[in-house]
């Protein structure tokens, strides 16, 4: 039976609710930034760190606790305090999570407050029932051993209660920064990559597209349990080659350690401005399946709207990746991450390009002398002048027919006339030589 007018307003009362909630200080700086850009999610910033508290934006709530523990300071990377402090509020954090259809904990492990309290926010999250998503960072390898392991441990404990997490190291950071970037500015460029890709993702659900991505779909990807995920966004100025670009830019992003090969759900959305070429639309998805398992859950959303005049973005979440995170086995040498190459769009053929010719004449081109160097046969009694063989090689290669021929002969002339030189008595022999100096 047709649905009244009436009967479908009421059900469009019912709104995804999704929280967002970042457990220590640096969580918590990533969810302040996170909301002062977005307003359709909610954001929570929970703390045992008074100080770091009174920094966040007015957009999140702030949530303090473990104040009889910590007397409202940090834990001191002491990951104990933190679970226990968690625990002893349970219930307020009970209230903090309940009601929510996903929540997505952010947390960057290493210290005592998120490490120690996050298994406990994500356990009370899924205990009510709620899909949950959790985003960690690892600290940097000059922070130690002791803060990695913390790191680790916690991770084990809470990946039970996740549906997928996403890892990211902050090491990742110098593929994008300068190992001279201030410490400041280097946690600041990783906390602005990931409230951009967490942006793009709330944006994917909340608001309406040509070809929607609803909650429905969201669940579809992230239902599971403890599964890798991987979560992007990118935007590209408008051009011919924007969507080639877009999407190298979105599979491969610096900052995981791993990509999405192998996942088993994605869910990723194009939004372009009005005039979206729909040809493009088709590319693009193409290109993404064909990196994908055949039996990979694939949902794909197209967004139109003014603020993406001159630009495509491309947001994309992958559940499943093929990396093992947490094998138990002694460590083997891990193999260098392969760079996703998607398949080239087809685009008008581009005009040949003069300076490649050149290029190619100038491979030709030898060096004149450097070949007799090498080529050249030693004295007597002096030792050989041993040139590195790769330079010798490369030398080898560069000559032409005609040089290689001039070359014989010169040899020939030098080989007889050391034959000469040897059938000549021994006093002339001694001035032949000196003269040929
Ligand atoms: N990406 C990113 N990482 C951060 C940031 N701040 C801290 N970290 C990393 O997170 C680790 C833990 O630091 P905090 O989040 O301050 O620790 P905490 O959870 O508050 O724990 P305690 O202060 O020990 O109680 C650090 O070792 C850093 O590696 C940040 O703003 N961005
Ligand atoms: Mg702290």
Redesign the pocket.
């Known amino acids: 039976m047709p649905k009244k007018p009436q009967e479908i307003q009421s059900e469009r009362v019912k709104r995804t609710k999704i929280r967002v909630i970042g457990?220590?200080?640096?969580?918590?700086?990533?969810v302040s930034e996170i909301a002062s850009r977005v307003s359709q999610a909610s954001f929570v910033v929970a703390?045992?760190?008074l100080q770091?508290l009174k920094t966040v934006s007015r957009k999140a709530t702030r949530f303090q606790f473990g104040a009889s523990l910590?007397q409202g300071l940090?834990?001191?990377?002491?990951p104990e305090?933190?679970q226990i402090a968690a625990q002893q509020e349970k219930e307020k954090i009970k209230k903090l999570l309940e009601g929510q259809d996903l929540c997505i904990l952010v947390?960057?492990?290493?210290?005592?407050?998120?490490?120690?309290?996050a298994p406990i926010f994500a356990k009370i999250s899924k205990s009510l029932g709620n899909l949950t998503y959790g985003i960690f960072?690892?600290?940097?390898k000059f922070?130690g051993e002791k803060?990695m392991g913390i790191?680790k441990a916690s991770l084990e404990r809470v990946r039970p209660y996740l549906n997928a997490l996403s890892i990211?190291p902050?090491e990742r950071?110098f593929q994008i920064v300068d190992k001279a970037t201030p410490l400041q500015q280097a946690?600041?460029a990783?906390?602005r990559n990931?409230s951009e890709s967490l942006a793009g993702l709330i944006e994917t659900i909340y608001e309406p597209g040509l070809i929607n991505i609803d909650f429905a779909d969201l669940k579809t990807v992230l239902e599971g349990r403890g599964r890798l995920a991987y979560l992007n966004a990118v935007v590209v100025p408008k051009g011919e080659k924007s969507p080639q670009e877009a999407i190298e830019k979105v599979l491969n992003s610096p900052l995981y350690p791993y990509t999405i090969r192998g996942a088993k759900g994605v869910l990723f959305n194009i939004a372009g401005e009005k005039e979206i070429n729909l040809n493009e639309v088709n590319q693009i998805s193409r290109n993404i399946s064909s990196l994908l398992n055949k039996e990979a859950k694939i949902i794909f959303g197209v967004s139109q709207g003014r603020k993406y005049q001159d630009k495509i973005k491309i947001t994309l979440l992958a559940t499943g990746c093929g990396m093992k995170v947490f094998s138990e086995k002694p460590k083997r040498k891990r193999k260098a991450k392969k760079k996703v190459v998607p398949e080239p769009i087809p685009m008008p053929k581009p005009k040949p390009r003069p300076k490649q010719k050149l290029k190619k004449k100038k491979m030709k081109k030898v060096t004149p002398q450097k070949p007799k160097e090498v080529e050249k046969i030693p004295e007597e009694g002096l030792e050989r002048p041993t040139p590195p063989e790769k330079k010798a090689v490369e030398i080898r290669i560069r000559k032409n027919g005609l040089q290689i021929k001039r070359e014989a002969e010169e040899e020939e002339k030098e080989m007889l006339e050391k034959e000469k030189f040897w059938e000549s008595p021994a006093f002339l022999r001694k001035r032949r030589f000196f003269r040929a100096q």
Do not use: H, Q, W
């Not at 940090?74 to 002491?78: E, I, V």
């Not at 947390?107 to 309290?117: D, F, N, R, Y």
């Not at 960072?137 to 940097?140: A, G, H, Q, V």
């Open positions: 457990v220590g200080g640096g969580g918590g700086s990533i703390n045992t760190d770091a910590t940090g834990t001191g990377m002491n305090l933190g947390v960057c492990l290493g210290g005592g407050t998120g490490s120690g309290a960072t690892l600290p940097f922070e803060k790191a990211i902050n950071i946690l600041s990783i906390n990931l």
